[in-house]
């Protein structure tokens, strides 16, 4: 990957980790092992034992999805957004998830939270979105751009993670 890397200091490793888990609890990282932070294409990407991990987006911190692949889908603790078949070929070309699309929401969370957004046929993340609505609010809901997508299989961030 081109990028531009080198270690945290010992505080903005501690800030990070406090931050990773309390939000990403599941990546499991260790303060005792490597932790960097590189510049790829204008993108923030943390790496955890050289491994691509988390790319900053505004103020959040998101999972790589090629990192979440790695975890079975019962170990993400983290919501998830169940779409049909149907909605896959449009996310995956960078579309929002509308709420005819949703066919079951695991877990709750409010606007703005981090959501993954899993295909109902593989049971596979194929996507991180941000919640426009709370959980309760978006099962009420019957049209509608409810969750932006921002970062799916195939978008620059993917490809940037193993290029």
């Not at 103020?59 to 983290?78: A, E, G, Q, T, Y």
């Not at 049971?123 to 979105?129: E, N, R």
């Not at 609505?133 to 799916?152: F, L, P």
Request: glycine residues 8%.
């Amino acid at each position: 990957m081109g990028c531009i890397r080198h270690a945290l200091s010992k505080k903005e490793k501690k800030s990070l980790i406090k931050k990773i888990l309390a939000e990403l609890p599941f990546l499991n990282i260790s303060p005792k092992k490597n932790l960097e932070i590189g510049t790829c294409n204008s993108y923030t990407i943390y790496f955890y034992e050289g491994q691509p991990i988390l790319v900053e987006i505004g103020d959040k911190l998101v999972p790589l999805l090629r990192h979440v692949l790695r975890f079975n889908i019962n170990d993400l603790r983290m919501p998830k957004v169940i779409v049909d078949m149907g909605a896959v070929k449009h996310i995956l070309n960078g579309a929002n998830i509308m709420a005819p699309g949703i066919v079951n929401i695991e877990g709750s969370f409010s606007k703005g939270d981090l959501v993954l957004i899993i295909d109902e046929k593989y049971h596979k993340p194929i996507a991180v979105g941000l919640a426009l609505y709370s959980s309760d609010e978006i099962k009420h809901m019957k049209r509608g751009k409810v969750i932006r997508n921002i970062h799916y299989i195939g978008d620059k961030i993917w490809r940037l993670s193993y290029s």
